[in-house]
């Protein structure tokens, strides 16, 4: 008989892992499905400067720290050893090479249907992957007829491909500070952004607005007022990076651009410049497409949950898509929280079935 699990994870990132971690303490027969060829998650993917907000100790899964790092925080390389490194130490049950294509629920069971034409079963399922499969551009008008190079962040790797152009760089957060401060040492650059960019007091670091999310959290819970007007949370984190960018001046908003037209692009004030490569730093939606048959999603594929639970589908979570699906959970130092609330409620579904 074709066999049945209990749980089938879907992605092998920090969340999956976070899930296998609290798994161990159960007896549940659940495997991994990893569409990537080696560990690490979506890390290998970003660019190569990338680095976290918080010191190594302060970014870690559960129950085994990070080692330290090189520099103040540690590199995308070390973070990609250290998942490596806990996927080894606990020897969770990974598949490799499994994209998930489909999930459908039948008599009860989830069946879970892969690229290459496979089909496995579970009475419970865990999607735990991500964001960065599913990068977000704005509706520009004009967009599509842009006559030089468009790319998304999650494509960047480094700054070669800038050298010497006029790059326009999309976004105000993070993400397009930290490549506004890489490309603007080899390209001419020009930065748009929604609102006017914010950014953090140079002491405050991942850690602190972890801390802060957290006692928001906690006053949340407990029907409290929380101010966060010191520290907004969606603010810029001033990295190394971004600081030395800062004494180059080069973080001078445009504002919105209107419109794009073949080798330029608009400006609110109707003013057009002349463009060769656009980089959009503009953050991502869901990857939930593989439940788009099983369970209503928005336009950016989110779900409705209750916490990680989803409020549709018996037997289905959701876990590391960000506030959403938990407290942080979009975070190493986060996810541990709502990976082991969902693995106890997954244990007390199983144990319901039997």
């Known amino acids: 008989m074709e066999k049945e699990f209990d749980l089938i994870i879907i992605g092998g990132g920090q969340s999956s892992l976070a ?21 690490g998650g979506s890390w290998p993917q970003t660019w190569e400067s990338l680095t976290l907000f918080s010191p190594s100790k302060f970014s870690s899964l559960p129950g085994f720290m990070m080692p330290s790092s090189e520099g103040n925080y540690p590199s995308r390389d070390e973070a990609i050893a250290y998942l490596c490194a806990y996927e080894e130490r606990y020897d969770f049950p990974i598949k490799r090479n499994a994209r998930v294509t489909k999930v459908a629920l039948q008599n009860g069971i989830f069946h879970i249907h892969t690229a290459d034409g496979k089909q496995l079963k579970a009475k419970a399922v865990i999607s735990a992957t991500g964001t960065w499969q599913k990068p977000f551009i704005p509706e520009v008008p004009g967009r599509e007829s842009f006559q030089g190079i468009q790319i998304h962040s999650a494509e960047y790797q480094n700054a070669e491909i800038f050298k010497g152009k006029k790059v326009l760089i999309v976004g105000e957060g993070n993400t397009g500070a930290q490549l506004l401060a890489e490309v603007s040492k080899v390209a001419q650059t020009v930065w748009a952004t929604h609102k006017q960019p914010e950014f953090l007091p140079d002491d405050v670091d991942g850690r602190v607005l972890f801390d802060l999310a957290t006692a928001k959290y906690e006053a949340e819970k407990q029907g409290k007022p929380f ?110 929280r709502s990976a082991r609330q969902t693995v106890k409620e997954v244990v007390e579904y199983i144990k319901e079935l039997k």
């Open 227 to 336: 101010d966060t007007s010191l520290y907004h949370l969606g603010n810029i984190v001033m990295t190394p990076a971004v600081k030395e960018a800062r004494e180059r001046d080069v973080f001078k908003s445009k504002g919105r651009v209107s419109a794009i037209k073949d080798d330029s692009v608009v400006w609110e004030n109707g003013d057009r410049e002349e463009i060769d490569i656009i980089l959009w730093c503009t953050g991502f939606g869901f990857a939930t497409d593989h439940l788009s048959g099983l369970v209503p999603r928005d336009s950016r594929g989110r779900i409705s949950t209750e916490d990680t639970r989803c409020k549709d589908v018996p037997g289905l979570w959701l876990v590391g898509y960000g506030g959403w699906t938990g407290f942080a959970s979009a975070t190493l130092i986060g996810v541990g």
């Open 19 to 39: 899930c296998g971690y609290f798994l161990r303490r159960s007896d549940l027969d659940y495997l991994i499905l990893d569409d990537q060829e080696t560990c």
